[in-house]
């Protein structure tokens, strides 16, 4: 059974950090391009960053160009989204996926080429 089960959200100020978790089990991770999405109350959802299964090539959204990094380590089957200078428009249910459709990252993607996804974990940004 594939799981994705994300950690690390919380509340923070405007300008903080976040590094946000994303563990997979019952699948390869090196296999699948893994992406990050976020949704806001009443918004749809939205790719944040993507990484690539065979280079780990990265691929952002602009809103968070600069700010964001999504990074993966296969062996741990786990992959990061560290958040940096965070802003108030950044708050939101932030969820891990797989990629069933591509390997390699041409943008961000969108939710219904994923699978396998986590419950998410709240960000909250928030003086």
């Known amino acids: 059974q594939v799981q994705f089960v994300e950690s690390g959200g919380g509340l923070v100020q405007p300008g903080g950090s976040l590094r946000l978790s994303c563990a997979a089990s019952g699948l390869t991770l090196r296999d699948y391009a893994i992406g990050w999405f976020r949704q806001a109350p009443g918004k749809e959802r939205a790719g944040v960053a993507c990484t690539s299964a065979s280079d780990g090539s990265t691929y952002y959204a602009d809103s968070v160009k600069g700010r964001f990094a999504i990074s993966r380590d296969n062996a741990k089957k786990t992959v990061y989204l560290q958040m940096s200078s965070l802003k108030p428009e950044d708050t939101a249910v932030y969820y891990c996926?797989?990629?069933?459709?591509?390997?390699?990252?041409?943008?961000?993607?969108?939710?219904?080429?994923?699978?396998?996804w986590g419950q998410g974990t709240q960000v909250t940004v928030s003086s």
């Open positions: 996926a797989a990629n069933l459709v591509r390997r390699q990252c041409a943008s961000t993607g969108r939710p219904y080429e994923y699978d396998y």
